[in-house]
């Protein structure tokens, strides 16, 4: 089971990344890619949100797959991974679901 969205989901995604980017908010970044770097993927990210860890590991060439119970969210990612060079994208899938349940059965590519 999934978490519904609701309105305040969507606005939340929408401006999500305008307080969660800023510089200061960016301090963990490359301990997380190193991480990804020495383990070689894939990766699993639990509560991936808009892909501010996400997608600088699949940029590193490493599989990633990332959930959050947000489809707003998600949908924020997507359109982030479409704009990224194909190499890119075919590293990343994405799926939304609740981490507290979470069964990986199958992936969506994005």
């Keep these: ?5 609701n309105i305040y989901d969507s606005i939340l995604a929408r401006h999500y990344d305008e307080g969660d980017g800023a510089e200061q908010d960016q301090v ?45 969210m998600l949908d924020v990612l997507r359109k982030k991974v479409a704009q990224e060079p194909k190499k890119v994208r075919e590293l990343v899938s994405l799926r939304e679901g609740d981490i507290r349940s ?8 994005c």
């Design 1 to 5: 089971m999934t978490v519904q969205s």
């Design 28 to 72: 963990d970044l490359d301990f997380y890619v190193d991480l990804a770097m020495k383990i070689g993927g894939p990766v699993l990210e639990l509560a991936c949100g808009t892909g501010r860890v996400l997608l600088p590991i699949a940029r590193q060439g490493i599989a990633i797959h990332g959930v959050d119970s947000s489809a707003c």
């Design 102 to 109: 979470f069964v990986p059965i199958r992936s969506i590519r």
